[in-house]
T-cell receptor, first 113, second 116 residues
Framework: AQTVTQSQPEMSVQEAETVTLSCTYD???????LFWYKQPPSRQMILVIR??????QNATENRFSVNFQKAAKSFSLKISDSQLGDAAMYFC??????????FGKGTKLSVKP | GAVVSQHPSWVICKSGTSVKIECRSL??????MFWYRQFPKQSLMLMAT?????????EQGVEKDKFLINHASLTLSTLTVTSAHPEDSSFYIC????????????FGPGTRLLVL
């Protein structure tokens, strides 16, 4: 069965600094997607970035980038130049064949001014 | 991006009553929608898959008679919590892919349910 593991319940970063959130997953599939979602205090789920497994190049969206290590089944999120608005819960997610997402337990990110 | 709405955004009800939560895809048609439940400080857990024109598929441990799902049209799925009890108090979120088979999910803003 597919699983998603986030081993960092909480992380803290100074404003303007860089932080990396970890995620590992388990799957027997060879072609798949991976996602990072952000959930701010409003609790609206917001897509941060997605990675296609067949692409060797790591995905990047402005200040957000991933380090995708397919062989190690690792999918970490790097946030550069952290801003106060980045404070939120971050969930790593993997889509099941049925279409729904399997989420990790989440990492609560705090940004210090 | 695609827009998914939920109504109501929050609801307080008495124990024993039923509550209906609506999930709408506003700018696309969704043959499949997903209902998740999120307890405080926890992750999202799939409750059921809502299929337009057919019965919903429930995850193991989710009571289908308690959480009734109706996917009446290509833009609307409803979740009815029947005979609600305090332990049903939670945050309920729906999601849908913009296109069938697309992996990226678009989420509604969620519904906070408090059962007294």
């Amino acid at each position: 069965a597919q699983t998603v593991t986030q081993s960092q319940p909480e992380m803290s970063v100074q404003e303007a600094e860089t932080v990396t959130l970890s995620c590992t997953y388990d799957t027997s599939e060879s072609d798949y997607y991976l996602f990072w979602y952000k959930q701010p205090p409003s609790r609206q789920m917001i897509l941060v970035i997605r990675q296609e497994a067949y692409k060797q190049q790591n995905a990047t969206e402005n200040r957000f980038s991933v380090n995708f290590q397919k062989a190690a089944k690792s999918f970490s999120l790097k946030i550069s130049d952290s801003q106060l608005g980045d404070a939120a819960m971050y969930f790593c997610a993997y889509p099941r064949s049925q279409g729904n997402l399997i989420f990790g337990k989440g990492t609560k990110l705090s940004v210090k001014p | 991006g695609a827009v998914v709405s939920q109504h109501p955004s929050w609801v307080i009800c008495k124990s024993g009553t039923s509550v209906k939560i609506e999930c709408r895809s506003l700018d696309f048609q969704a043959t499949t929608m997903f209902w998740y439940r999120q307890f405080p400080k926890q992750s999202l857990m799939l409750m059921a898959t809502s299929n337009e024109g057919s019965k919903a598929t429930y995850e193991q441990g989710v009571e289908k008679d308690k959480f009734l799902i109706n996917h009446a049209s290509l833009t609307l799925s409803t979740l009815t919590v029947t005979s609600a009890h305090p332990e049903d108090s939670s945050f309920y979120i729906c999601s849908a892919p913009r296109r069938q088979g697309q992996e990226t999910q678009y989420f509604g803003p969620g519904t906070r349910l408090l059962v007294l």
